[in-house]
């Protein structure tokens, strides 16, 4: 069964950056409809950054500008590269993939 391995997460002072990274296990048909979430403390799983197989891409208001998803189409990967992070940034975020795949996720924790 495939999995998604996510990584890049980790402890970074407000302000600062980071890259995601996620990456399939086995085999998967294309990185359309591939996408980031994220779950804070106490709150629902929220969407954060979807793309295309075409390379558009849709971002949730809250990262819009600071947040930027890519993808590989040949390695089936997408990244997440995450600036200006703020502690409301605080979350696990996971990696989706259409058919309900998702990763285990990977913590990101932002000091102020």
């Known amino acids: 069964q495939v999995q998604l391995v996510e990584s890049g997460g980790g402890l970074v002072q407000a302000g600062g950056s980071l890259r995601l990274s996620c990456v399939p296990s086995?085999?998967?048909?294309?990185?359309?409809?591939m996408g980031w979430y994220r779950q804070a403390p106490g709150k629902l799983r929220e969407f954060v950054a979807g793309i295309t197989s075409g390379g558009s891409t849709s971002y949730a208001e809250s990262v819009k500008g600071r947040f930027f998803i890519s993808g590989d189409s040949v390695k089936k990967s997408v990244y997440l590269q995450m600036n200006s992070l703020s502690p409301e940034d605080t979350a696990v975020y996971y990696c989706?993939?259409?058919?309900?795949?998702w990763g285990r996720g990977t913590q990101v924790t932002v000091s102020s």
């Open positions: 086995g085999v998967i048909f294309s990185i359309n409809g």
């Open positions: 989706y993939a259409p058919g309900g795949l």
